[in-house]
Protein backbone atom coordinates (compact mmCIF):
# COMPACT_ATOMS: atom_id res chain seq x y z
CA UNK A 1 0.00 0.00 0.00
CA UNK A 2 1.47 3.58 -0.88
CA UNK A 3 1.93 6.27 1.45
CA UNK A 4 -1.23 8.04 -0.05
CA UNK A 5 -3.38 4.98 -0.47
CA UNK A 6 -2.96 4.76 3.38
CA UNK A 7 -3.46 8.59 3.89
CA UNK A 8 -6.48 8.24 1.92
CA UNK A 9 -7.73 5.96 4.52
CA UNK A 10 -7.95 8.20 7.24
CA UNK A 11 -10.23 10.50 8.44
CA UNK A 12 -10.14 14.50 7.60
CA UNK A 13 -9.52 16.75 10.50
CA UNK A 14 -11.49 19.99 10.86
CA UNK A 15 -10.33 23.04 11.36
CA UNK A 16 -11.95 26.53 12.40
CA UNK A 17 -10.86 30.40 11.17
CA UNK A 18 -13.08 33.19 12.32
CA UNK A 19 -12.31 35.82 10.15
CA UNK A 20 -14.31 38.53 11.69
CA UNK A 21 -17.75 36.75 12.43
CA UNK A 22 -20.43 38.13 14.28
CA UNK A 23 -20.42 34.55 16.09
CA UNK A 24 -23.87 33.43 14.33
CA UNK A 25 -22.46 31.06 12.13
CA UNK A 26 -19.54 29.96 14.61
CA UNK A 27 -22.93 29.38 17.06
CA UNK A 28 -24.19 26.93 14.17
CA UNK A 29 -20.96 25.20 13.58
CA UNK A 30 -20.61 24.23 17.65
CA UNK A 31 -24.34 22.33 17.06
CA UNK A 32 -21.71 20.27 14.15
CA UNK A 33 -19.46 19.66 17.17
CA UNK A 34 -21.58 18.80 20.12
CA UNK A 35 -25.69 18.20 18.88
CA UNK A 36 -25.47 14.53 17.95
CA UNK A 37 -28.07 15.15 15.66
CA UNK A 38 -25.35 17.08 13.24
CA UNK A 39 -22.66 15.95 14.77
CA UNK A 40 -19.84 15.76 12.27
CA UNK A 41 -18.25 12.79 13.30
CA UNK A 42 -20.75 10.76 11.38
CA UNK A 43 -19.17 11.56 8.40
CA UNK A 44 -16.20 10.82 9.75
CA UNK A 45 -14.05 13.74 10.71
CA UNK A 46 -13.39 15.43 13.85
CA UNK A 47 -12.41 18.79 14.68
CA UNK A 48 -8.82 19.42 16.26
CA UNK A 49 -7.07 22.58 17.89
CA UNK A 50 -4.09 23.10 15.95
CA UNK A 51 -3.80 24.42 12.13
CA UNK A 52 -0.66 22.07 11.31
CA UNK A 53 -2.90 19.08 12.02
CA UNK A 54 -6.11 19.97 10.31
CA UNK A 55 -7.13 18.71 6.66
CA UNK A 56 -10.03 21.08 6.29
CA UNK A 57 -10.55 24.22 6.89
CA UNK A 58 -13.55 26.11 7.73
CA UNK A 59 -13.93 29.87 7.56
CA UNK A 60 -16.44 32.31 9.01
CA UNK A 61 -16.77 35.96 8.72
CA UNK A 62 -15.98 38.57 6.35
CA UNK A 63 -12.71 38.70 7.02
CA UNK A 64 -12.06 42.25 9.14
CA UNK A 65 -9.32 44.64 8.15
CA UNK A 66 -8.65 44.13 11.77
CA UNK A 67 -8.24 39.59 11.79
CA UNK A 68 -6.87 39.22 8.03
CA UNK A 69 -3.06 39.12 8.43
CA UNK A 70 -3.87 36.65 11.51
CA UNK A 71 -6.81 34.72 9.48
CA UNK A 72 -4.34 34.16 6.38
CA UNK A 73 -1.89 33.11 8.85
CA UNK A 74 -3.53 30.50 10.16
CA UNK A 75 -4.86 29.37 7.08
CA UNK A 76 -0.87 29.23 5.48
CA UNK A 77 -0.53 26.80 8.72
CA UNK A 78 -2.69 23.94 7.12
CA UNK A 79 -0.77 21.38 4.97
CA UNK A 80 -1.24 20.65 1.87
CA UNK A 81 -3.89 19.34 0.40
CA UNK A 82 -6.39 21.13 2.01
CA UNK A 83 -9.25 22.22 1.28
CA UNK A 84 -11.11 25.69 2.03
CA UNK A 85 -14.66 25.97 2.97
CA UNK A 86 -16.07 29.65 3.28
CA UNK A 87 -18.93 29.34 6.18
CA UNK A 88 -21.60 32.04 5.19
CA UNK A 89 -22.25 34.34 3.33
CA UNK A 90 -19.88 36.96 4.95
CA UNK A 91 -16.82 35.27 3.04
CA UNK A 92 -18.27 34.64 0.07
CA UNK A 93 -19.22 38.06 -0.87
CA UNK A 94 -19.04 40.33 2.08
CA UNK A 95 -22.46 39.47 3.48
CA UNK A 96 -24.60 42.83 5.66
CA UNK A 97 -20.69 43.95 5.58
CA UNK A 98 -19.89 44.16 2.25
CA UNK A 99 -18.12 47.13 1.08
CA UNK A 100 -17.00 48.69 5.07
CA UNK A 101 -14.49 50.48 5.10
CA UNK A 102 -13.41 47.75 7.99
CA UNK A 103 -13.56 44.51 5.58
CA UNK A 104 -10.58 43.04 3.41
CA UNK A 105 -12.69 40.08 2.03
CA UNK A 106 -14.53 38.65 -0.07
CA UNK A 107 -12.18 35.79 1.32
CA UNK A 108 -11.46 33.83 -2.65
CA UNK A 109 -9.55 37.54 -3.25
CA UNK A 110 -6.83 35.99 -0.81
CA UNK A 111 -6.86 32.33 -0.95
CA UNK A 112 -8.96 29.52 -3.00
CA UNK A 113 -12.32 29.25 -1.99
CA UNK A 114 -13.20 25.99 -2.53
CA UNK A 115 -16.41 24.87 -1.07
CA UNK A 116 -18.96 27.33 -0.46
CA UNK A 117 -22.15 27.68 2.14
CA UNK A 118 -24.67 29.90 1.88
CA UNK A 119 -27.09 31.40 4.64
CA UNK A 120 -26.87 34.09 7.03
CA UNK A 121 -26.16 32.10 8.88
CA UNK A 122 -26.39 28.99 7.20
CA UNK A 123 -28.15 26.00 8.50
CA UNK A 124 -26.33 23.08 10.46
CA UNK A 125 -27.52 20.30 7.27
CA UNK A 126 -25.91 23.09 5.11
CA UNK A 127 -22.87 23.18 6.63
CA UNK A 128 -22.79 18.97 7.13
CA UNK A 129 -23.57 19.39 2.97
CA UNK A 130 -20.45 21.48 2.40
CA UNK A 131 -18.37 19.50 5.13
CA UNK A 132 -18.95 16.45 2.99
CA UNK A 133 -18.53 18.00 -0.66
CA UNK A 134 -15.62 19.39 1.20
CA UNK A 135 -14.27 15.58 2.15
CA UNK A 136 -14.96 14.37 -1.58
CA UNK A 137 -12.72 17.09 -3.33
CA UNK A 138 -9.87 16.06 0.02
CA UNK A 139 -9.52 12.59 -0.71
CA UNK A 140 -9.38 13.38 -4.44
CA UNK A 141 -6.38 15.45 -3.79
CA UNK A 142 -4.63 12.44 -1.92
S1 LIG B 1 -23.05 35.19 7.48
FE1 LIG B 1 -24.51 36.19 8.92
S2 LIG B 1 -24.41 34.94 10.79
FE2 LIG B 1 -22.56 34.44 9.58
S3 LIG B 1 -20.96 35.84 10.34
FE3 LIG B 1 -21.96 36.85 8.58
S4 LIG B 1 -23.58 38.16 9.50
FE4 LIG B 1 -22.95 36.64 11.05
Known sequence: M???AHL????????RINAGS??????ELATTACIPRYDVERLGCRYCGS???ADIV????PLTIRVKDKALHLWAEVPDPKVTVAVGVCPI????????YAIAGPLDRFIPVDVNVPGCPPRPQAIIEGIAK???IW????
Open 2 to 4: TLF
Open 8 to 15: AGRSPWLY
Open 22 to 27: CNGCDV
Open 51 to 53: PRH
Open 58 to 61: LVTG
Open 93 to 100: SGGVFRES
Open 134 to 136: AIE
Open 139 to 142: AQRL
